[in-house]
């Protein structure tokens, strides 16, 4: 199974919004609204920032907001902040029950 | 607050198994289940596989014929073996936590990881 695909990079000046976009199949993003992100820090755990295409874990800022169209999801970060560059990661179940994790993206805040 | 701790060699051989165990504190491993991630330096997140409390599991294809992922509930620790390794299999691991019994797909917990090296 080939991973997700996400770009390698997107920026974006304070205040901005931004969208990383993460594209997989029919037979994963396509098929179940169980999409995931991670955001990771140089030499750091990631940390899940949406499950289940939208929700938020407790504590996660509302600033981080996800959604899905077909086989394509996407995390959109309002109101850009310095700490939120970093690496992020989408994640997705598929139809072998098996795990699909994107290449990462990594965010620039200009 | 659940922590997860991972131990294991920081260096394997070519060839050789390479074995890993987490230690889970602060929760049962029998409430939820539990998985395998990697990640090579420099490079992206690879899904090793899970298992659930009952002993079942669900391997990445790419890894199914070298991956073994058990748990030992007397010491809550979750272990994974991976037999014959190659310098590809140098990366972090980590474990992590997976809330959702049906449909896993996220991790909502992670342990710090290790590095295991691979080279002779």
């Known amino acids: 199974q080939s991973a997700l695909t996400q770009p390698a990079s997107v920026s974006g000046s304070p205040g901005q919004s931004i969208t990383i976009s993460c594209t997989g199949t029919?037979?994963?993003?396509?098929?179940?609204?169980?999409v995931s992100w991670y955001q990771q820090h140089p030499g750091k755990v990631p940390k899940l920032m949406i499950f289940d295409v939208r929700n938020r874990p407790s504590g996660v800022s509302t600033r981080f907001s996800g959604s899905k169209s077909g086989n394509t999801a996407s995390l959109t970060i309002s109101g850009l902040q310095a700490e939120d560059e970093a690496d992020y990661y989408c994640g997705s179940y598929s139809s072998s029950s098996a795990v699909l994790f994107g290449g990462g993206t990594k965010v620039t805040v200009l | 607050q659940v922590q997860l701790l991972e131990s294991g060699p920081g260096l394997a051989k070519p060839s050789e198994t390479l074995s890993l165990t987490c230690t889970v504190s602060?929760?049962?491993?029998?409430?939820?289940?539990w998985s395998w991630i990697r990640q090579p330096p420099g490079r992206g997140l690879e899904w090793i596989g899970y298992?659930?409390?009952?002993?079942?599991?669900n391997y990445n294809p790419s890894l199914r014929s070298r991956a073994t992922i058990s748990l030992d509930t007397s010491k809550n620790q979750v272990s994974v073996k991976l037999t014959s390794v190659t310098a590809a299999d140098t990366a972090v691991y980590y474990c992590?936590?997976?809330?959702?019994?049906?449909?896993?797909?996220?991790?909502?917990?992670w342990g710090q990881g290790t590095l295991v090296s691979v080279s002779s």
């Open positions: 602060g929760d049962s491993i029998t409430s939820f289940l």
């Open positions: 029919y037979s994963d993003i396509g098929a179940y609204n169980y």
């Open positions: 992590a936590r997976v809330p959702a019994e049906t449909h896993p797909s996220w991790f909502d917990a």
């Open positions: 298992i659930h409390y009952s002993g079942s599991t």
